[in-house]
């Protein structure tokens, strides 16, 4: 796009390959996320010194803070993403989830307000029937979430995540829905532009997830038929524009095995997963991102959109930290990878453990298996131990080969996979 980039890190990044593509890098504070990335001050004073026009949050950290979007706005600074009032409305999912049963998006029974107290829960929880998900309002990335199956499970889940909230988050409200038994989890990719013009782009199957943190998706899913995408497509895009909603968003939902679908939550915010989308679709999305942000109206009607193929995304996480003694990433026709590692780099401690993501596309699902599969056979990340093993050996298990898996996967299999593990199967 030919803008000039300007990129704030911490000194434990200083040696990140992100640092050294950036036209301009501006140390902001220490490794301890409160003294850098989550110093909004610190941010929005190098934005403006180094005579920035906007700035973008990424998907992480600020990515959904909106005091930070408000503070961007006053500081005539364009926030790459919706306005502060959007983020607090669709972030609070208390909130979102009244907006959603106002306009007619079906969501999760549950509880029709906050709820303050474990007695209370438990109350609710009675009413509803268990077993529950008690939740964060303003929760996100599996965190401030507990189970309770019984009215025994109610006081100490609810308390443990009530305060993993507010350590997360800084706000421990909470909120209670019928905890729906091992559904998948679809989300749909929509852009808006700031003139009421809002597209969808297709579905993404997030299912496979370890602790509610998601370990790979794809696109389209395996298990949705037309009908129902273009329903839950198009419910997707009611409920953009019932919260006024421009920017690229994605609106999440489970799906039962009956094949009923609820609305649970919409990310403000571009996320991990979004190259599937844009293999499928050839949009660039962080393009389309900021031409919004800009003020530009979309140059892409629903008519225009179409899912070609098939693409799924593999998320690389480090288990312990380290120097990168060895590097080799996959390539070939249809594989793209995301990182910021090389060789010599050491992997920090101190932020998320996901190090790189391999996305591969295929004119079918199965096309893109195998060809995930050999570009898990040709990455090789020395220095550091990785999930890359697991996950190839996941690529055969025949759950996964079937696309016959929800988000109670992982807790099913895994044993069997890390049995498989140490036991040296390996598959070429």
Known sequence: MDVETVIVY?????????????????????????????????????????????????????????????????????????????ISSMGDKQSARQLM?????????????????????AHIAEKIGYPVLIKASAGGGGKGMRKAFSREDIENAFETAKSEAKAAFGNDDMYIEKLIINP??????????????????????????????????????????????????????????????????????????????????????????HPVTEQVTGIDLIREQIRIAAGMKLNITQEDTCVNGHAIECRINAATPGVIKFLHFPDGYGVRVESHLF?????????????????????????????????????????VKTNREFMHLLTYHKDFIRGNYNTGFWEKNHTEIEKWLKEGITVK
């Open 10 to 86: 911490s000194t434990a990044d200083k040696d990140s390959l992100a640092v050294m593509a950036a036209d301009k890098a501006v140390c902001i504070g220490p490794a301890k996320a409160a003294e850098s990335y989550l110093n909004q001050d610190a941010i929005i004073e190098t934005a403006i010194l180094t005579g920035c026009e906007a700035v973008h949050p990424g998907y992480g950290f600020l990515s959904e803070n909106a005091a930070f979007a408000r503070k961007c706005e006053e500081n005539n600074l364009i926030f790459i993403g919706p306005s502060a009032d959007i």
């Open 101 to 121: 049963i106002e306009c007619g998006v079906p969501v999760v029974p549950g509880s029709d307000g906050l709820v303050a107290t474990a007695e209370e829960a």
């Open 184 to 273: 998948r989890h679809i989300e749909i990719q929509i852009l808006a532009d700031k003139y009421g013009n809002t597209i969808y782009l297709g579905e993404r199957d997030c299912s496979i997830q370890r602790n509610n943190q998601k370990l790979l998706e794809e696109a389209p899913s395996a298990r949705l038929c037309k009908d129902q995408r273009t329903v839950m497509g198009e419910t997707a895009v009611r409920a953009a524009k019932a919260a006024g909603y421009y920017s690229a968003g994605t609106v999440e939902f489970v799906v039962n095995e009956q094949g009923d679908y609820y609305f649970i939550e919409m990310n403000t915010r571009i996320q991990v997963e």
């Open 343 to 383: 060789e010599g780099y050491e992997v920090s401690p101190f932020y998320d453990s996901m190090i790189a993501k391999i996305i591969v596309t295929g004119s079918s699902r199965l096309e893109a298996v195998r060809r995930l599969r050999r570009a898990l056979e040709e990455l090789i990340i020395e220095g």
